[in-house]
């Protein structure tokens, strides 16, 4: 009866197969078996099973006998890539939050809706709970109003179209018209506020963002009772994204 793989067996053969596949990658136009099975180490016969496994897979593809990196495995260099720019993003909120002293948002607006990326708080500063969903108040609160701003007429049209003006707090502005009349208002780098319109007891400013096709926003929130803190931070924050802007440029323009 045959016997089951050992841990120390099956490790062993993930470790060969990554090593292949190193290989491979090092190879832009693609290596045989044999300079393979050289490079990394391995008997022939052992090359050639895993090789086989990882083509069948879908990490490795063979063309006239030579081995290049497939499908599966870009995925993951992909995923790994988009991995390492939410990172970048979160690292750089988190230096914004300590050194500014409050909760601070990433958002955009991609295929006509509103997307909060990334936030970043402590238990001291929580960020504002998302309450009513953010995708349909965008008229109400500042990272909304803020990436509406940048839209061209007919794109805030649109939007509005697909979640009208709505009253959220006491605060909110009342109807389409009265919005549009604000968004025209706001200067092309201007903070935008707002000021309990989303959350009774909470102020917050946006930052616009435009990055090629990217229309984007960070943002921040402080308690009503610290609504004089609001302006300077919210210029702290530009200031920050002003020195920061070309290092995480990529990582929020994809």
């Known amino acids: 009866m045959p016997q089951p793989h050992s841990a120390a067996t099956l490790i062993g053969s993930v470790q060969r ?5 190193e290989s491979v990658a090092e190879h832009e136009h693609g290596a045989p078996a044999k300079q393979l099975a050289r490079e990394t180490g391995l008997a022939l016969p052992t090359a050639y099973h895993l090789l086989r496994t990882l083509v069948y897979e879908g990490y490795l593809r063979r063309e006239k006998g ?3 990196l497939g499908e599966a495995a870009e995925r993951l260099g992909s995923s790994g890539a988009a991995q390492k720019r939410r990172s970048t993003v979160a690292d750089t909120l988190a230096q914004w939050r300590d050194s500014i002293g409050v909760p601070v ?28 969903d953010f995708r349909e108040t965008g008229h109400a609160h500042a990272i909304g109003q803020c ?13 509005l179209d697909r979640y009208p003006v709505q009253p959220v707090t006491r605060y909110t502005v009342r109807d389409n018209h009265t919005l549009l009349g604000r968004l025209e208002r706001i200067g092309r780098m201007e903070p935008v506020v707002e000021r309990q319109e989303y959350a009774l007891g909470t102020v917050c400013a946006a930052i616009p963002i435009t990055l090629g096709a990217t229309v984007g926003t960070m943002a921040i929130s402080l308690p009503a009772r610290q609504a004089d803190r609001l302006l300077l931070a ?14 995480i440029g990529l990582c929020i323009s994809i």
């Open 17 to 21: 197969a990554m090593r292949l596949l």
């Open 66 to 68: 030579l081995f290049f």
């Open 105 to 132: 948002y990433y958002a955009r607006y991609h295929d006509g809706e509103i997307e909060v990326m990334c936030v970043s708080d402590t238990p001291g500063n929580p960020a504002v709970e998302e309450w009513a």
């Open 147 to 159: 990436l509406l701003s940048q839209l061209d007429e007919d794109a805030r049209r649109d939007h």
């Open 234 to 247: 919210a210029r702290q924050l530009q200031s920050e994204i002003g020195r920061k802007l070309g290092s």
